[in-house]
Nanobody, 128 residues
Framework: QDRLAESGGGSVQAGGSLRLSCDGS????????MAWWRQGPGEEREAVAI????????YYTDSVKGRFTISQDNAKKSVYLQMNNLKPEDTAMYFC?????????????????????WGQGIQVTVSS
């Protein structure tokens, strides 16, 4: 069964760190971007970090710039999210997402096309 499997979530105090992992080895559809999205309590989903092969650098939402780093291991078909200096407002369900973007598509569309595939999500809780 094709799927994306997230791991590494949990509870941490403010200022702490977590590293999320997404195993995409069993995802066999076309993809040229991988992303981490999140949805906090009562909030809409937002793209946190995106890696897109057609773009020179990773995308980060403003609130995590300088604290979060997305990376990938192509051999393992995995993507990671290193989260440092976590804040209570980072508390959310985090989702690993794979997608295929057509050329001239905004990188923030990763996770929103009809070719998208979302993992089940993993909870991150940051206490003050």
């Amino acid at each position: 069964q094709d799927r994306l499997a997230e791991s590494g979530g949990g509870s941490v105090q403010a200022g702490g760190s977590l590293r999320l992992s997404c195993d995409g080895s069993r995802y066999n559809f076309r993809r040229n971007c991988m992303a981490w999205w999140r949805q906090g309590p009562g909030e809409e989903r937002e793209a946190v970090a995106i890696m897109y092969s057609g773009h020179g650098s990773a995308y980060y939402t403003d609130s995590v710039k300088g604290r979060f780093t997305i990376s990938q291991d192509n051999a393992k078909k995995s993507v990671y999210l290193q989260m440092n200096n976590l804040k209570p407002e980072d508390t959310a369900m985090y989702f690993c997402v794979a997608d295929f973007l057509a050329s001239n598509t905004e990188v923030t569309e990763c996770g929103q096309t009809n070719l998208k595939y979302w993992g089940q999500g993993i909870q991150v809780t940051v206490s003050s």
